[in-house]
């Protein structure tokens, strides 16, 4: 429990257009809005942009539960794990956040990233080929078979994660995000998520690599006080999940846009340059991450309208709220990819700002164009208000993506 006030909101799990509705009620309710999250655990959520930017960069405000969330026990709350109980770049502050994001941080320069383009190029071609020999008269799911494999094929490549270990990798990765499960799902996903990792290190250390995880382990193997066993364990957690999650949703979004935008389509497709806007809108619009756990206030902090925050509460930043707030965006609900403003924290705000942001824009750039290239007839096989949103307050998503390849004139 984070406050003696009982929250009158429980924040929903059902995803889709709930996810932007609630958002829309928590910001008119106030600055912060205290909210039950799954196993009674409480929250202050802020979904107004310029609260959560000041908070982001508050002194008063840290990521570390364990020294800043009293109230919490590591390991009580399978759910949060990932999100609480790990130690790395994304639950750390100052020095400690410092030295663990300069581990990583050297594999996703602009030049490192830059880099990336042609290994994209050829994983999305040889995903593109395959859909070829597909029937293009009947539907398929993009999302199972190019908009998911383009981002997960690239962030195991990354890691050297073996072949055979990666379709359990992915199952758990893709397992952290649901916030509509049972006990013993969410403790069930809290094992396997250390034991893939864990098995993935047993297996560099064997037949170490020139991937990531190969040097993140020699980094902890020359000096376990630059990186210990969990924060390795936790690295690689964040990497990997991170490295994938957020592009996936991100293409379905721009492809089901697209689709439903003929008009925005000939104009990207006429005019190359104009990706870069799909992306940004797309990202404004449909933010692949909208509530992310968790911060903790280390003294009170006052946000008026009767709204404070006290020293040991939680923090529940909505990232995903501010790029439909109606005060911002005229017409926040809209797709438009000549909107002047696209102005989003989808990647976040401040020194935990998302590392592998150009690389998420980067697989879009790649993938996008290269898609209407190929399938210049391609269309939505459902409706897109039939499309069946992930089931989550943290991630925003939809479970398939149904599309004919070559539509009917």
């Not at 979904?47 to 960069?57: F, Q, Y």
């Not at 995903?127 to 070829?132: E, F, I, K, M, S």
Request: hydrophobic share 45%; aromatic share 6%; charged share 25%.
């Amino acid at each position: 429990m984070t406050s003696t006030t009982t929250p009158a909101v429980t924040l929903d799990s059902s995803g889709g257009r709930r996810l932007f509705t609630q958002a829309d009620e928590l910001r008119s309710a106030g600055p912060a809005v205290l909210v039950r999250l799954p196993d009674n655990v409480t929250a202050w959520s802020v979904t107004r942009g310029d609260v959560a930017k000041r908070l982001l960069t508050h002194p008063d405000v840290s990521k570390d539960a364990r020294t800043s969330w009293p109230s919490h026990t590591p390991g009580s709350i399978p759910w949060l794990y990932a999100w609480v109980d790990v130690v790395s770049m994304f639950t750390s502050d100052s020095d400690d956040h410092k030295r663990l994001r300069q581990l990583v941080s050297r594999a996703f320069t602009p030049g490192r990233v830059e880099a990336m383009r042609p290994v994209l190029h050829a994983i999305v071609t040889d995903l593109l080929d395959n859909l070829a020999g597909q029937d293009r008269s009947v539907p398929l799911d993009l999302r199972t078979h190019f908009s998911y494999r383009v981002p997960t094929r690239l962030i195991c490549d990354l890691f050297g994660v073996p072949a055979d270990q990666r379709p359990e990798m992915l199952r758990v990765i893709d397992s952290v995000l649901a916030t509509d499960v049972t006990a013993q799902e969410a403790e069930a996903t809290k094992h396997n998520l250390y034991q893939a990792m864990q098995t993935l290190i047993d297996i560099k250390r064997d037949s170490p690599g020139e991937d990531m995880t190969s040097l993140l382990l020699a980094a902890h193997e020359k000096d376990g006080d630059r990186l210990s066993h969990i924060e390795l364990i936790s690295t690689l957690i964040l990497m990997i999940g991170a490295g994938s999650e957020t592009a996936v949703a991100l293409i379905n979004a721009a492809v089901r846009e697209l689709l439903t935008h003929p008009d925005q389509l000939a104009t990207v497709l006429a005019d190359p340059a104009r990706w870069h806007d799909v992306i940004e809108e797309a990202l404004r619009l449909h933010p692949p991450i909208m509530h992310l756990p968790l911060r903790y206030a280390t003294k009170d902090i006052d946000l008026g309208e009767d709204a404070t925050i006290a020293a040991g509460d939680a923090i529940l930043i909505g990232f995903g709220a501010p790029g439909r707030d109606p005060d911002i965006h005229q017409d926040p609900a809209a797709f438009r990819i000549d909107r002047a403003d696209k102005d989003h924290m989808a990647f976040g705000h401040g020194i935990h700002y998302c590392l592998g942001a150009p690389l998420a824009r980067l697989e879009a750039e790649v993938a996008l164009p290269a898609l209407f290239d190929r399938f210049p007839q391609i269309a939505l096989a459902a409706r897109p208000e039939d499309l069946e949103p992930q089931r989550s307050f943290i991630g925003n998503d939809v479970t398939a993506l149904p599309v004919l390849l070559e539509a009917a004139p």
